[in-house]
């Protein structure tokens, strides 16, 4: 199946982008609950990630991680749906670089934060 790393995330001005992979990619992958047999991990960007948040619980949502600011300028939350189906939800809240995320991320990799 696809290698992720290295992969863009894509161009925000365009109307859609569809990455697919395997069910365990190696990050905030929990044991996707199988509805039917069929488990999905979607990847969405919004304009207002702490809103989407608020109503994804109030509809049932399950919190697999609060809004959390991340070193390469995304805003982030994981969420599972009541059908097990894995979202990812980020809201882009600051430009970053590429120079500029390489240097956060070794920052964050030398204080042992794992990125």
Known sequence: MAQWEGVPRGDHDQDSLIMVGDAKMGFASPE??????????????VDEVDAFYARAL???AESLQSPTDLFHGDREVILADPFGHIWIVLQQIEEVSIEETVRRANELLAAGVDT
């Open 58 to 60: 109030e509809a049932g």
């Open 32 to 45: 996707i609950k199988r509805a039917g047999g069929n488990g999905v991990l979607l990847h969405v960007w």
